[in-house]
């Protein structure tokens, strides 16, 4: 009936709608760590030793650069109700962008929400190009982490929580799998670029463009983000969405109208 109403009253239904779907948060990363869908979302960086973050060039606008190494670590924490983002027992989906400056230690994290059952994304213990999601399901997939040229990656992984998790790498299914991996709650604040269960494996290299969602993001969907590596920011796939305008609705209360009388 909405998208209805919005075609009698002629207003275009957006393409990239669906993105909006589910859509808890996104960093854009644009020279501050705001939320772009939640402020108390917003990001605080920390950082131990001489670890640094600074912002550079990134896929879309800025980055974050973050400088990690042994014992000199800098990640972003993340703000508000930490249960916003566990999706404890359901799906979820999460998407970034990221360069590779160094692989200095074993399993150091693009991001995280902790051990366990808690979701992170990481290298795949020392693997030269692998990484993997939570649980090591799956174990090893082909991330293009041996690129220290400062070339751009785009990562995507999705929950069916019980069901199946998959990893798309650079617009491509590059793994699967369907052990009934479970996500729970491990109260802890998301860290984009670290890990906040296990200390000294912040990423060393450039993240930007972040998001996670509480559903599962389709093949196409991922494909419209990576966008034949030209890339399509969340912000830009997503601000077309229009507001619920009052034509909108008249003409939605106009066809619930028709549609009772009908009956």
Same mark, same amino acid.
């Given at each position: $009936?909405?998208? =209805? +109403?919005? =075609?009698?009253?002629?207003?275009?239904?957006?393409?990239? *709608?669906?993105?909006?779907?589910?859509?808890?948060?996104?960093?854009?990363? /644009?020279?501050?760590?705001?939320?772009?869908?939640? +402020?108390?979302?917003?990001?605080?960086?920390?950082?131990?030793? %001489?670890?640094?973050?600074?912002?550079?060039?990134? !896929?879309?606008?800025? *980055?974050?650069? @973050? +400088?990690?190494?042994?014992? %000199?670590?800098?990640?972003?924490?993340?703000?508000?109700?930490?249960?916003?983002?566990?999706?404890?027992?359901? &799906?979820?989906?999460?998407? *970034?962008?990221?360069?590779?400056?160094?692989?200095?230690?074993?399993?150091?994290? $693009? *991001?995280? !929400?902790?051990?366990?059952?808690?979701?992170?994304?990481?290298?795949?213990?020392?693997?030269?190009?692998?990484?993997?999601?939570?649980?090591? !399901?799956?174990?090893?997939?082909?991330?293009?982490? /041996?690129?220290?040229?400062?070339?751009?990656?785009? @990562?995507?992984?999705?929950?069916?929580?019980?069901?199946?998790?998959?990893?798309?790498?650079?617009?491509?299914?590059?793994?699967?799998?369907?052990?009934?991996?479970?996500?729970?709650?491990?109260? &802890?604040?998301?860290?984009?670029?670290? &890990?906040?269960?296990?200390? #000294?494996?912040?990423?060393?290299? #450039?993240?930007?463009?972040?998001?996670?969602?509480?559903?599962? @993001?389709?093949? /196409?969907?991922?494909?419209?983000?990576?966008?034949?590596?030209?890339?399509?920011?969340?912000?830009?796939?997503?601000?077309?969405?229009?507001?619920?305008?009052?034509?909108?609705? $008249?003409?939605?209360?106009?066809?619930?109208?028709?549609?009772? !009388?009908?009956?």
């Amino acid at each position: $009936l909405a998208v =209805a +109403a919005l =075609a009698i009253c002629g207003l275009a239904v957006p393409a990239n *709608a669906a993105i909006v779907d589910g859509l808890v948060e996104y960093w854009e990363l /644009d020279g501050d760590y705001n939320a772009g869908v939640d +402020a108390s979302h917003a990001g605080t960086l920390v950082t131990t030793g %001489n670890g640094s973050g600074t912002f550079v060039t990134g !896929k879309f606008g800025s *980055a974050i650069d @973050l +400088a990690n190494s042994a014992n %000199n670590q800098a990640y972003i924490t993340v703000g508000g109700d930490e249960n916003d983002m566990d999706f404890a027992e359901g &799906n979820m989906s999460f998407s *970034a962008w990221y360069t590779t400056e160094s692989l200095y230690t074993n399993w150091q994290t $693009l *991001a995280g !929400k902790g051990e366990g059952n808690g979701w992170r994304i990481a290298r795949a213990g020392g693997s030269g190009n692998g990484m993997t999601f939570s649980g090591r !399901k799956p174990h090893n997939f082909a991330a293009q982490t /041996d690129d220290q040229s400062g070339g751009w990656h785009h @990562l995507v992984t999705t929950v069916e929580g019980g069901v199946r998790t998959d990893m798309y790498v650079d617009g491509e299914l590059v793994g699967s799998d369907t052990s009934g991996y479970v996500l729970q709650n491990r109260n &802890n604040a998301i860290q984009i670029g670290g &890990n906040p269960d296990a200390g #000294n494996r912040g990423w060393n290299g #450039n993240i930007d463009d972040v998001a996670v969602w509480d559903r599962v @993001l389709t093949a /196409d969907e991922v494909s419209s983000i990576y966008n034949g590596g030209d890339g399509a920011s969340i912000g830009s796939l997503t601000s077309g969405v229009p507001e619920p305008s009052s034509i909108a609705l $008249l003409g939605l209360s106009g066809l619930v109208l028709a549609f009772r !009388k009908r009956r």
